[in-house]
């Protein structure tokens, strides 16, 4: 089985490679991955071996690894999946070699273009899975700086104590309860870019703490009973009830900020 040709726009090619048998263009994937983003580098031999699989082996999950070529060359990656239980994306990672950083695709520059053509894969992913809508697809933020640049591209922040697990790099022999335990937390917030021709028509305090969920939980595996899990599901009634009362969670067609 091949690569998939998802996109092509002159220069540019976007290839699915989940379960391809396309070693070329998965290691370049894992080594751009490996090269921009050092700090999850320990994750690569786990993302090497989830390359190698067809479907996901969770019910409800649909997952993609995308690899980006700029006149054939490695020059982004995009992994992400949309959980149907949840009715909504999750964007993991995405980098863009510093040279391309500037290639502009359809009038955009290509890392705005990658975040509205996963949207688009989301939606379909939705319907394949016979739901009538999505709520969008939710992202791990690291930084109030890249928070404020998502949120001037349609991304809207979400009101919780969000807390990403960073897991420690594979041992022979370690259990998954082993691995949990080493689990460390870093902040981050987390943001939403819905689908603009529907919006959300209302935003609720379970609706935020569905998306978490659906990272913390069904995503990495915690248990829901976490003592982080709960920490910010516990954030999110406060931190709503602030931003209900500073602009209005009604979302239609246009978007509004939800502030801290």
């Given at each position: 089985?091949?690569?998939?040709?998802?996109?092509?726009?002159?220069?540019?090619?976007v290839w699915s490679l989940l379960g391809s048998g396309d070693t070329a263009?998965?290691?370049?994937?894992?080594?751009?991955?490996?090269?921009?983003?050092?700090?999850?580098?320990?994750?690569?031999?786990?993302?090497?071996?989830?390359?190698?699989?067809?479907?996901?082996?969770?019910?409800?999950?649909?997952?993609?690894?995308?690899?980006?070529?700029?006149?054939?060359?490695?020059?982004?990656?995009?992994?992400?999946?949309?959980?149907?239980?949840?009715?909504?994306?999750?964007?993991?990672?995405?980098?863009?070699?510093?040279?391309?950083?500037?290639?502009?695709?359809?009038?955009?520059?290509?890392?705005?273009?990658?975040?509205?053509?996963?949207?688009?894969?989301?939606?379909?992913?939705?319907?394949?899975?016979?739901?009538?809508?999505?709520?969008?697809?939710?992202?791990?933020?690291?930084?109030?700086?890249?928070?404020?640049?998502?949120?001037?591209?349609?991304?809207?922040?979400?009101?919780?104590a969000y807390m990403r697990p960073l897991f420690p790099a594979e041992q022979?022999?370690?259990?998954?309860?082993?691995?949990?335990?080493?689990?460390?937390?870093?902040?981050?917030?987390?943001?939403?870019?819905?689908?603009?021709a529907r919006g959300i028509p209302f935003y609720s305090a379970d609706l935020?703490?569905?998306?978490?969920?659906?990272?913390?939980?069904?995503?990495?595996?915690?248990?829901?009973?976490?003592?982080?899990?709960?920490?910010?599901?516990?954030?999110?009634?406060?931190?709503?009830?602030?931003?209900?009362?500073?602009?209005?969670?009604?979302?239609?067609?246009?978007?509004?900020?939800?502030?801290?």
């Amino acid at each position: 089985m091949a690569s998939q040709l998802i996109r092509s726009e002159g220069n540019i090619r976007v290839w699915s490679l989940l379960g391809s048998g396309d070693t070329a263009r998965i290691e370049a994937m894992l080594s751009l991955y490996a090269e921009l983003l050092p700090q999850y580098a320990h994750y690569v031999p786990r993302m090497r071996r989830r390359a190698e699989w067809g479907e996901e082996q969770r019910p409800g999950h649909i997952v993609h690894y995308w690899l980006v070529e700029v006149d054939g060359q490695p020059a982004a990656l995009r992994t992400f999946r949309y959980v149907h239980e949840r009715r909504v994306g999750l964007a993991h990672a995405m980098v863009v070699k510093p040279a391309y950083r500037a290639v502009d695709v359809c009038g955009q520059r290509l890392s705005l273009y990658l975040v509205h053509v996963c949207l688009e894969q989301v939606i379909a992913d939705a319907k394949r899975l016979g739901d009538d809508f999505t709520f969008g697809i939710v992202k791990e933020v690291e930084s109030s700086s890249l928070m404020d640049h998502f949120m001037k591209n349609g991304i809207l922040e979400l009101p919780l104590a969000y807390m990403r697990p960073l897991f420690p790099a594979e041992q022979p022999g370690r259990t998954r309860a082993d691995e949990i335990a080493l689990v460390r937390f870093a902040p981050m917030f987390l943001g939403i870019l819905p689908d603009a021709a529907r919006g959300i028509p209302f935003y609720s305090a379970d609706l935020i703490a569905n998306f978490a969920l659906a990272f913390l939980v069904d995503h990495y595996g915690l248990p829901l009973e976490h003592p982080r899990v709960q920490s910010v599901l516990n954030s999110i009634p406060a931190l709503f009830r602030r931003a209900a009362g500073s602009r209005s969670p009604t979302i239609s067609r246009a978007l509004w900020q939800l502030t801290r």
